[in-house]
């Protein structure tokens, strides 16, 4: 399942350490929600990056206290259909500041790649690789949106009324 | 005669188009059709089966029926413009078997599209800025309102203003469009709800508190289908300011709670019944207060950008009930019938609302053929501004016409057959398409109309029942909105033959109620039988002749008809 980061296929640095599996020393893991709750203060100590697998039916609030110490959330999509993980990516972003790496897991295809860029996501396990191939191009499908959103993309009725405030200022001119 | 250059310049403005699309809307729907020419070359291909296509067919309203594909596509708060119409009587043309089906949502739908010719058929409707965006799926429907909007003389202001704010931000919204099941908002600024706002997931109704400032009343978990919900009042006043945060509330409420185990409880409604209307009222506003005052707090700039795009006729000055209609009346007793039926008030004197009755007698309520919609468009040009509304009775509107020119709009609208005096009478049958294309119908519908439109063809008979609508779905799903017809239908199998249960005293007004069963479900072929019972039981029963049909059932109950219904079956 490739990763892509920044438009491209990227390596996945991250071993996920599930369940009971040892932790590995000194290369960066993802770990369950649960895992992460019970045993935090150790493994954000370690010496290297840790991320999160964080399921779609758990309040990200929960995750507030330790957001400053991951270097990974990836978010959960069962279904492509089951859009929970795109308000967890919202509140991550916008209402507690997240800024690393935010990654979508599950079914992520070709059709959903902008709504989740939208959303703040910034990477992508993609499930086909055809998919993955033309990322850049999907993710660029529309180029108007009407809703502010986790990405800074500027909504259109704010460019609406740009253009009116430009129109205006060259009349007075 | 003197003010005919008024019509003629209004005619040759930009008021072609109702509500005015710039180039951020046009852009946008192009790019919507390159989306979906790439994804059904991508399903022609076989790269995508047909699983993975069908939710992305469904966000442009793309179904698979029994026949063929079908396509529904959005007609905003059902205005539309005579070029609008023309283009949607090309695609019936061009695409289809030269027909097209207005719904009950005021959006229209073509039964025989190739799955090849969609991607041309969207292109153009794109062209006159129409499109297939959010009329299915799991996402935030293409809103409803008054089809009598701006035109009625009852209402507070044009609520169509606040529902294209609401429109264009949950456009392709990224949090809100894999929602755990559909999401239809109903906006409403009337005292008389035209908008059947209680059987809406989000209905938003504009009035004015006791300190005159205008507001919302919100009411969420209202839908029909297997488990019927009237819509509650979680917040009877909201300023306008908050409008566009407290949806956002909702939704994020309704999709990370929603149920997503089984698709028959993933609505709202069930939502809001399983948590309490007061407990999800909670969630909402504490979701609400972290950001009520943020990004979404209305911009009075923006607002006025969206309401000056929507434009209004340069009308004329006239007098109300010019003499020479009058004697008109007098002088044709099928006009005069007419007149009394289906022909409004408007807000600006001198002008009536006229509707086109799309339910004559035989035919197949809601469809209108290429040659009609032309038509149509014509006399929109001539007579009405140019301007069309769809309602969700499944009939078409003239919104603005000069009530001198009535006796030849009504000449006009007769010769293209859409001027059956039966608006709102018991022939005026709302039906879902049933058996005739629909894979989810159990039963037939379409023939079911069409039956009582024959067995009622009597005007006089029809007139003298007075207001009757008449609700038929082919399934569970309610389609055609039986639990809220004053007789409602509704077809079930049993043991492979088509039965039909029938309810009393069901509405979709600012009074709405849930209809209650008379009895035991009949055969298909007693389906009009038992109407004719339940009319003759009416006429004995009401307590004076213009007791309405459903304020008689209020009154008496569901038992004298009951009795009358299986005294003989």
């Given at each position: 399942m490739p990763l892509v980061k920044g438009g491209n296929i990227v390596d996945d640095r991250y071993v996920r350490a599930l369940d009971d599996a040892p932790v590995p020393d000194g290369v960066p893991v993802l770990v369950p929600a649960a895992r992460l709750l019970a045993d935090a203060d150790q493994l954000v100590a370690r010496k290297a990056p840790i991320g999160v697998i964080w399921p779609n039916n758990r309040k990200v609030a929960e995750l507030a206290p330790w957001l400053d110490r991951l270097s990974v959330v990836a978010l959960v999509f069962p279904t492509f259909r089951d859009g929970r993980a795109y308000s967890q990516a919202r509140l991550l972003r916008e209402r507690y500041g997240y800024r690393g790496e935010l990654r979508a897991t599950g079914e992520v295809l070709r059709d959903q790649f902008q709504f989740l860029l939208r959303a703040g996501f910034d990477a992508f396990e993609v499930k086909k690789p055809a998919d993955a191939q033309v990322f850049k191009q999907a993710a660029a499908r529309f180029s108007v949106f009407y809703q502010p959103s986790a990405d800074g993309g500027v909504p259109v009725q704010r460019r609406r009324l740009q253009t009116a405030t430009a129109e205006r200022a060259r009349e007075a001119v | 005669m003197t003010t005919a250059p008024?019509?003629?310049?209004?005619?040759?403005?930009?008021?072609?188009?109702?509500?005015?699309?710039?180039?951020?809307?046009?852009?946008?729907?192009?790019?919507?059709?390159?989306?979906?020419?790439?994804?059904?070359?991508?399903?022609?291909?076989?790269?995508?089966?047909?699983?993975?296509?069908?939710?992305?067919?469904?966000?442009?309203?793309?179904?698979?029926?029994?026949?063929?594909?079908?396509?529904?596509?959005?007609?905003?708060?059902?205005?539309?413009?005579?070029?609008?119409?023309?283009?949607?009587?090309?695609?019936?043309?061009?695409?289809?078997?030269?027909?097209?089906?207005?719904?009950?949502?005021?959006?229209?739908?073509?039964?025989?599209?190739?799955?090849?010719?969609?991607?041309?058929?969207?292109?153009?409707?794109?062209?006159?800025?129409?499109?297939?965006?959010?009329?299915?799926?799991?996402?935030?429907?293409?809103?409803?309102?008054?089809?009598?909007?701006?035109?009625?003389?009852?209402?507070?202001?044009?609520?169509?203003?606040?529902?294209?704010?609401?429109?264009?931000?949950v456009t392709l919204h990224p949090e809100f469009s894999f929602l755990p099941r559909k999401f239809k908002i109903a906006v409403g600024a009337s005292a008389h709800d035209r908008a059947a706002l209680a059987i809406h997931d989000l209905a938003l109704r504009l009035h004015r508190n006791a300190s005159g400032e205008t507001g919302?009343?919100?009411?969420?978990?209202?839908?029909?289908?297997?488990?019927?919900?009237?819509?509650?009042?979680?917040?009877?006043?909201?300023?306008?300011?908050?409008?566009?945060?407290?949806?956002?509330?909702?939704?994020?409420?309704?999709?990370?709670?929603?149920?997503?185990?089984?698709?028959?409880?993933?609505?709202?409604?069930?939502?809001?019944?399983?948590?309490?209307?007061?407990?999800?009222?909670?969630?909402?506003?504490?979701?609400?207060?972290?950001?009520?005052?943020?990004?979404?707090?209305?911009?009075?700039?923006?607002?006025?950008?969206?309401?000056?795009?929507?434009?209004?006729?340069?009308?004329?000055?006239?007098?109300?009930?010019?003499?020479?209609?009058?004697?008109?009346?007098?002088?044709?007793?099928?006009?005069?019938?007419?007149?009394?039926?289906?022909?409004?008030?408007?807000?600006?004197?001198?002008?009536?609302?006229?509707?086109?009755?799309?339910?004559?007698?035989?035919?197949?309520?809601?469809?209108?053929?290429?040659?009609?919609?032309?038509?149509?468009?014509?006399?929109?040009?001539?007579?009405?501004?140019?301007?069309?509304?769809?309602?969700?009775?499944?009939?078409?509107?003239?919104?603005?016409?000069?009530?001198?020119?009535?006796?030849?709009?009504?000449?006009?609208?007769?010769?293209?057959?859409?001027?059956?005096?039966?608006?709102?009478?018991?022939?005026?049958?709302?039906s879902c398409p049933g058996l005739d294309y629909c894979s989810l119908a159990n039963t037939r519908s379409i023939t079911i109309a069409q039956e009582l439109t024959r067995r009622f063809r009597n005007l006089d008979v029809a007139r003298d029942l007075g207001r009757l609508h008449v609700n038929i779905s082919g399934c569970i799903n309610a389609c055609g909105h039986h639990h809220v017809g004053h007789i409602g239908i509704l077809g079930v199998e049993k043991n492979g033959e088509e039965f039909f249960q029938i309810t009393l005293g069901g509405k979709a007004d600012e009074d709405a109620k849930l209809g209650a069963l008379v009895g035991p479900a009949v055969p298909y072929d007693q389906v009009a039988d038992v109407v004719e019972d339940i009319a003759a039981a009416y006429v004995e029963l009401r307590a004076r002749p213009d007791e309405l049909f459903v304020d008689t059932v209020k009154r008496t109950g569901i038992e004298p008809f009951r009795e009358r219904v299986y005294a003989t079956r």
């Open positions: - | 008024v019509v003629k310049t209004v005619l040759e403005s930009e008021c072609k188009r109702m509500y005015l699309y710039d180039d951020f809307d046009r852009t946008l729907v192009t790019e919507r059709v390159a989306e979906f020419r790439d994804q059904v070359a991508r399903r022609l291909s076989g790269e995508l089966t047909e699983d993975e296509f069908k939710p992305l067919r469904l966000m442009n309203g793309v179904y698979l029926q029994l026949h063929a594909y079908m396509l529904r596509t959005s007609i905003p708060y059902g205005t539309l413009s005579s070029e609008q119409l023309r283009m949607l009587a090309h695609v019936a043309r061009r695409y289809d078997r030269g027909y097209g089906h207005f719904t009950t949502r005021q959006n229209i739908q073509y039964h025989w599209i190739k799955l090849e010719e969609l991607p041309d058929a969207m292109a153009d409707l794109a062209s006159v800025g129409m499109h297939g965006l959010q009329t299915s799926g799991n996402c935030v429907r293409n809103l409803t309102t008054d089809q009598w909007a701006g035109v009625a003389p009852d209402e507070l202001e044009d609520p169509r203003v606040w529902a294209e704010l609401i429109r264009q931000h919302f009343e919100v009411m969420v978990g209202g839908g029909l289908g297997r488990t019927p919900f009237l819509a509650k009042t979680i917040k009877p006043f909201l300023a306008t300011r908050d409008v566009l945060s407290y949806v956002e509330a909702i939704l994020r409420t309704y999709n990370e709670f929603g149920r997503r185990d089984n698709i028959y409880k993933a609505r709202i409604k069930i939502l809001v019944h399983e948590l309490g209307a007061e407990a999800f009222a909670k969630e909402v506003e504490a979701e609400w207060r972290n950001f009520k005052d943020g990004a979404l707090a209305l911009d009075p700039a923006a607002l006025a950008e969206i309401a000056s795009r929507f434009t209004y006729p340069a009308y004329a000055r006239l007098d109300d009930n010019p003499p020479a209609l009058a004697q008109a009346r007098r002088a044709d007793r099928d006009f005069d019938v007419w007149m009394g039926n289906s022909v409004a008030d408007h807000k600006i004197p001198g002008y009536a609302i006229v509707t086109l009755s799309l339910k004559p007698e035989g035919g197949t309520p809601g469809d209108a053929t290429a040659e009609q919609m032309d038509a149509i468009a014509d006399l929109a040009d001539r007579y009405s501004f140019s301007e069309i509304r769809v309602g969700h009775e499944q009939n078409l509107v003239l919104p603005h016409v000069a009530q001198r020119d009535l006796p030849e709009v009504w000449r006009a609208l007769d010769a293209i057959g859409v001027a059956t005096p039966n608006v709102n009478l018991i022939t005026d049958i709302i």
